[in-house]
T-cell receptor
């Protein structure tokens, strides 16, 4: 039962353009969402998070949008840079017992084309 | 550097053997999580400890066990190893539990031959 889904396994974007990565979730008890970036053979690196009381959170070139009614979140990277090429995982958690750990999606491999 | 330390970085062992993976969380973090990543797939949650107590369990095999010690470091024990156990094993830590960022170590690459 995949509670967090990233339906696009890969995405290619021209350098300087906007990258949009999408994520859907099914568990209505999730109320905290995160994005991680992962390079090969390294641990995931935390990028940005958003609480369910917000619908947008910005940090530099990274913005996360949350649509609770659609159970959908997205990560926007503007402008995209070659160093952004990596696998991006979305993750979700909740405060209630049993949902406190991070549940991850399957990841989207982002390739930035110079 | 996330502040989470995992040892060893690489481990090669034979089928049927037992190994122990070690994780030191970030200073001040009470919660430790273990994840498995096989063949560039997603991160599968194994188990979580919070301040020494088991907090949540995922799809962890009975051959696998873990514990968190009083100094908050954690160990993941894998026994009767099979070829399919070859994977990257990640440890993560967070200050508390639920709705908080977790920070990951560099992982232990386990190869079972």
């Amino acid at each position: 039962d995949q509670q967090v889904k990233q339906n696009s396994p890969s995405l290619s974007v021209q350098e300087g353009r906007i990258s949009i990565l999408n994520c859907d979730y099914t568990n209505s008890m999730f109320d905290y969402f995160l994005w991680y970036k992962k390079y090969p053979a390294e641990g995931p690196t935390f990028l940005i998070s958003i609480s369910s009381i917000k619908d947008k959170n910005e940090d530099g070139r990274f913005t996360v949008f949350l649509n609770k009614s659609a159970k959908h979140l997205s990560l926007h990277i503007v402008p995209s840079q070659p160093g952004d090429s990596a696998v991006y995982f979305c993750a979700a958690s909740g405060f209630n017992f049993g949902n406190e750990k991070l549940t991850f999606g399957t990841g989207t491999r982002l390739t930035i084309i110079p | 550097d996330s502040g989470v330390t995992q040892t060893p970085k690489h481990l090669i062992t034979a089928t049927g053997q037992r190994v122990t993976l070690r994780c030191s969380p970030r200073s001040g973090d009470l919660s430790v999580y273990w994840y498995q990543q096989s063949l560039d797939q997603g991160l599968q949650f194994l188990i979580q400890y919070y301040n020494g107590e088991e907090r949540a369990k995922g799809n962890i095999l009975e051959r696998f066990s873990a514990q968190q010690f009083p100094d908050l470091h954690s160990e993941l024990n894998l026994s009767s190893l099979e070829l399919g156990d070859s994977a990257l094993y990640f440890c993560a830590s967070s200050v508390n539990t639920g709705n908080t960022e977790a920070f990951f170590g560099q992982g232990t690459r386990l190869t079972v031959v």
